[in-house]
């Protein structure tokens, strides 16, 4: 039988303050994405009158989330500027940055110069991604070898990321009708400040030793070797094109999703409860319903099911642009595409998870994810000419059809490779 710890051990874990802080600093993490490279921004471009093509290029904005394995090591190994530790040292410098760089958007107008915006906002980009780093590698450390401490954790930071998606998402949009654009990013500015506390209040955990001194040796362990473990094995460049290429359909969709609302005349405060709240509810649901469906017919069938049906949940904006301005197939479009999404992800991110060997999960695992990142910060960018050019029902048929090479190297790496020869 299993080892399952016994009641009151887990009884201790929940009263665990550790969780506390990793729940300030998910939120701390999540908070800056729809601020700079997410749905808040591209509503203020939409409503400052920003072509199709230029809202489409804020996907660019968030290449350093596809790009933050390129400099981990030097956050992993240079001394901070602050002597609170190595990740607190560089932690709490940037979450404060990060403020400044949000309240700095504050102040921008992106109708009259959005160069200043769209740079302000890559600042905040790269300063989030730094931030997501230094949190990873502190989160695993104070957690130890404990696998239930850190499956505990993890779910701590994920909910305090989801929790600062919708008060830096809902939140914001809200806050827009009563206080302007420029008064509500002031405000998001200052969601940084409960991830500051929980730096500030929080321990440092123990580090292992580096295997290798200076620079190439720190540089080679930490980015070279895991990208050679991947290389040796079987399937290696499928494997690596799938993983590139399943979110390709959802990210073009994604970039255009509030100029399309907006064309259709749906106002800011529907995108804020529906697209936002009631979005973010179905995603969790299909997370949970995806985690149980993993379990019940194992990771490659899970695929193959959401796969498809996150391929076909893109039908559901042809069927919005038929049905016009109708709040009930709103409601229906967001639940439908995001539900399937949440269960495409549970299934995805568990066979990601399958993928890394244990002497490099950390590092593989950040290496796969942001691979998985990267049509939303490259290909995303051309949706907005695709959309002006062939309009939103062809776009978006187009948008499902792009699913397909992801769907057909997925069937063929699943029955070449199973999940669990593949790992």
């Known amino acids: 039988m299993p080892d399952t710890p016994p009641a009151p051990h887990r009884f201790r874990l ?108 890559v600042t905040v980009a790269f300063l989030s991604a730094s931030q997501d780093i230094v949190v990873d590698a502190w989160r695993i450390e104070i957690l130890g070898e404990d696998e239930e401490a850190q499956a505990y954790g993890l779910a701590a930071y994920v909910w305090g990321y989801r929790l600062a998606l919708l008060a830096a998402g809902a939140g914001t949009l809200l806050l827009v009708q009563h206080i302007g654009w420029s008064g509500a990013y002031a405000a998001a500015s200052l969601l940084m400040l409960p991830g500051m506390l929980a730096t500030l209040l ?138 399937t999404d949440g269960l495409a992800d549970a299934a995805f991110l568990t066979y990601l998870a399958g993928l890394t060997s244990r002497a490099f999960t950390a590092t593989q695992y950040a290496l796969l994810s942001s691979l998985a990142a990267v049509p939303l910060r490259t290909l995303g960018a051309s949706a907005g000419w695709l959309a002006e050019g062939l309009g939103w029902q062809p776009f978006f048929l187009l948008t499902t059809a792009a699913a397909l090479p992801a769907m057909a190297i997925m069937l063929w790496l699943l029955r070449r490779y199973p999940p669990e020869k593949a790992a």
């Open 14 to 121: 929940l009263r665990d303050r550790r969780f506390l802080l990793l729940l300030a600093l998910g939120f701390s993490c999540g908070a800056p994405l729809p601020l700079a490279a997410g749905q808040v921004l591209r509503q203020w471009f939409t409503e400052s009158g920003l072509s199709l093509g230029a809202i489409g290029l804020t996907a660019l904005i968030g290449l350093a989330y596809a790009n933050k394995f390129l400099w981990s090591p030097a956050l992993d190994g240079v001394r901070p500027p602050l002597p609170m530790g190595q990740r607190r040292g560089w932690l709490l410098p940037i979450q404060a940055l990060l403020g400044v760089a949000i309240l700095g958007i504050a102040a921008t107008d992106p109708a009259t110069a959005a160069t200043a915006t769209v740079t302000l906002a």
């Open 202 to 339: 929080g321990r440092e955990g123990p580090r292992p030793a580096p295997r290798g001194t200076g620079w190439r040796a720190r540089l080679k362990e930490s980015v070279v070797d895991p990208f050679r473990d991947v290389m040796r094995r079987p399937g290696w460049v499928a494997i690596l094109l799938f993983v590139a290429l399943f979110k390709l359909g959802e990210a073009l969709a994604g970039v255009m999703t509030t100029p399309f609302y907006r064309s259709l005349g749906f106002t800011r405060e529907d995108v804020a409860t529906v697209a936002t709240i009631f979005g973010m509810v179905a995603v969790l649901l299909g997370a949970l319903a995806g985690g149980w469906l993993v379990g019940r017919i194992g990771v490659a069938r899970a695929l193959i099911l959401t796969g498809i049906g996150q391929m076909l949940s893109n039908l559901m904006y042809v069927a919005l642009a038929q049905a016009g301005h109708s709040m009930p197939m709103l409601w229906a479009q967001v639940g439908v595409e995001n539900f």
